[in-house]
């Protein structure tokens, strides 16, 4: 590495225009997005309620038979009322819904629209990043904000390797795209930093090891979390109609698009399972480079100890989601309490504490 290299100012607006660039698509993503949900939410669909209503209708029918035996002369038998009991991973057994759009030409023409829309934003703040990279001979991550450049970036490149393996996540679009303008917003505004060389303490080959593994992990994790809390709006509304209610129109039309709330939560589950492993790597990472760099491997450092909490959380979660006690809504929250300790380990961390990982500014 070139410590004396200077910073090619070129590249540097460049990087610039093109993360402005990027926003300007995702936003044109996001109402492709909307235009998506609200044509496909003129179709009907019923497939939960139909779902629920069956063991009903057949416990109804049982009764019926029972009775008639009872009336041609037999002994009546009495059975007890098949009712809609919870599944083993925790919610019902319903279908899924058809997707974002669900059965309409329009629905589905738009989300096709908004998908292109999302892979030509991607693109574009792919090639900011790297375009920041190459204006300073490094990696695009020594700061808060190429942190969030390349998160969000690592996150939409997630959910599109998700669709190109034909996995049913269209769903993830419309939050994702939010989300990501939101992050890009705060990242352009608030914690924009000048391209510039690294101080001494970065320049370490650790620094594309540790880091990058850990924007992939925060990117994984993300797209769990939007999992879970769709999981509990849709365990709410898989609650309401097995109860006898009836959600609204908009609920309805929401909800009967999503998966059910059994693949909502395998979902997440799956996907916060599979990325443990490496967040578990990114803290072993940290700590030799810490070792190599401070002469230590632990110091308590607020990073240090949140990243550590966000482990022993996702740990808690996955072995609470394991146990047949600790499936469902309460695994849920678990969930959710461990991606909020990750985004204070983000954001919390290096804006509000002072620590041994704030030399490199927001």
Known sequence: MNLAAATNENLANASNVLIYSSMAVYTLAFFAHIAEWVFGSRSKVGRTAAALSAPAASAGAGASAAAGKAQAGGTAVLERPKVVTRAATGTRDVPDGPGAAGGTFKGDLWGRIAVSLTVVAFLVEASGVATRALSVERAPWANMYEFSITFSTVAVGSYLVLLALKKNV???????VTT??????????TLYTDSDQLVPALHSYWLWIHVSTAILCGAVFYLGAVGTILYLFRDSYENKIASGGTPGKFASSVMERLPSAASLDKFSYRINAAVFPLWTFTIIAGAIWAGDAWGRYWGWDPKEVWSFITWVAYAAYLHARATAGWKGRKAAYLALVAFACWLFNYYGVNIFVS??????GV
């Open 355 to 360: 620590g041994l990982h704030s030399y490199a």
């Open 180 to 189: 990501v303008l939101l992050d890009l917003g705060i990242a352009v505004t």
């Open 170 to 176: 269209r769903w993830i679009g419309l939050p994702l």
